[in-house]
């Protein structure tokens, strides 16, 4: 791909680019592009996508203009054949208060029934690429889910969990009901969800909802350095290893280790397998190309 760049000492010259550089440039290098979030990739070699939620003033409530960055966000990361793994981060205050009230508090249920209100939301529970939650502040209601949707949580340990939806007269609606339950059980799920009480990041990693906590200025480059090991093995078998695990949410035990066993077998259909096992043997890193 030919794109033209004008030097102050030379004439226009044509730069070849390989397309995932081009993604990168169109993505990552225009500031003004996104308005609710910063984006970045990060990491010693650029290879952990990076998504900061940047909504300071309203606790990172998730209005419908933010989800739909994200959502942009996440498409350009998983069209990158460099980014191997992605971390979705807040402010120190807050990783989410959850949705925006003020968007919703007028909405009727022939709107979010007959309209799409919400429809764009599971986008983060899609992508292939691997996707870590690092969760400082608040992560309430729609915040929690969508850490949920993450495939690992890390907490600060000043982080707050919960699905506070019935105070407000409503429910959880992108996914606390099912993914809280199957995170922690069904007493402290129905606990949360009724009562819209908090757990801390203790709790939540004593529960299972989160799988470590760190010092709350530390949060971020240890999601990042997890996204580093993660995005170091092939991105094809990781794809390939997230669909296994996610299907134990969907299957039966029958079903999901049969799935597991013909993507286990599929692995010894990649060059990435091949070299994995050779490294092995002789006693060298491996160096995966992801095919
Ligand atoms: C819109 C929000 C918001 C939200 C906070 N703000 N949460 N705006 N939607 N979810 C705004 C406040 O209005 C305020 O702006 C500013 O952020 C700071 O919030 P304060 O309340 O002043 O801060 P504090 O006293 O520290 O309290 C923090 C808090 C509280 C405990 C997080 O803000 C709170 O309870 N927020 C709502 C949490 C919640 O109920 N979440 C679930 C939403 S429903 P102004 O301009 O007024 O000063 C949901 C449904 C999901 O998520 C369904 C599926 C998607």
């Not at 996104?34 to 409530?61: E, M, S, T």
């Not at 889910?145 to 007269?169: R, S, T, V």
């Not at 004593?206 to 999601?223: I, M, R, T, W």
């Not at 999901?256 to 043997?281: I, P, Y």
Request: net charge positive.
């Amino acid at each position: 791909m030919a794109v033209f760049c004008r030097s102050a000492a030379s004439l226009v010259k044509p730069v070849f680019l390989l397309p995932s550089t081009f993604a990168a440039v169109r993505h990552y290098s225009s500031g003004g592009q996104f308005q609710y979030i910063l984006v970045d990739k990060k990491g010693d070699n650029n290879n952990v996508g990076f998504i900061q939620l940047n909504r300071p003033k309203a606790l990172n409530a998730l209005c419908d203009g933010l989800i739909i960055e994200v959502n942009k966000a996440l498409d350009s990361f998983e069209q990158d054949s460099g980014v191997g793994a992605i971390v979705i981060t807040g402010s120190e205050r807050a990783f989410a208060a959850g949705a925006d009230i003020k968007e919703m508090q007028n909405r009727t249920f022939q709107e979010c029934y007959g309209g799409s209100f919400l429809s764009h939301w599971n986008k983060i529970s899609t992508v292939k690429k691997p996707v870590i939650a690092a969760v400082n502040g608040f992560a309430l209601g729609g915040g929690c889910e969508l850490a949920m949707m993450c495939d690992i949580i890390y907490a600060g340990e000043k982080a707050q969990f919960g699905q506070p939806e019935i105070l407000l007269g409503t429910i959880p609606g992108a996914g606390g009901t099912q993914r809280l339950t199957r995170a922690v059980g069904k007493s402290l799920a129905m606990e949360m969800v009724l009562t819209g009480d908090r757990i801390s990041a203790q709790e939540a990693k004593q529960s299972g909802l989160v799988s470590k906590v760190f010092p709350v200025d530390q949060l971020v480059s240890e999601a990042i350095k997890c996204g580093e090991k993660i995005a170091s093995n092939s991105k094809l078998v990781a794809a390939m290893a997230k669909e296994a695990v996610n299907a134990a949410f969907e299957l039966t035990l029958a079903e999901g280790n049969r799935l597991e066993k013909r993507l286990f077998h599929s692995t010894f259909a990649t060059e990435d397998r091949k070299e994995g096992m050779t490294a092995f043997v002789e006693k060298r890193k491996a160096m995966f190309k992801d095919n």
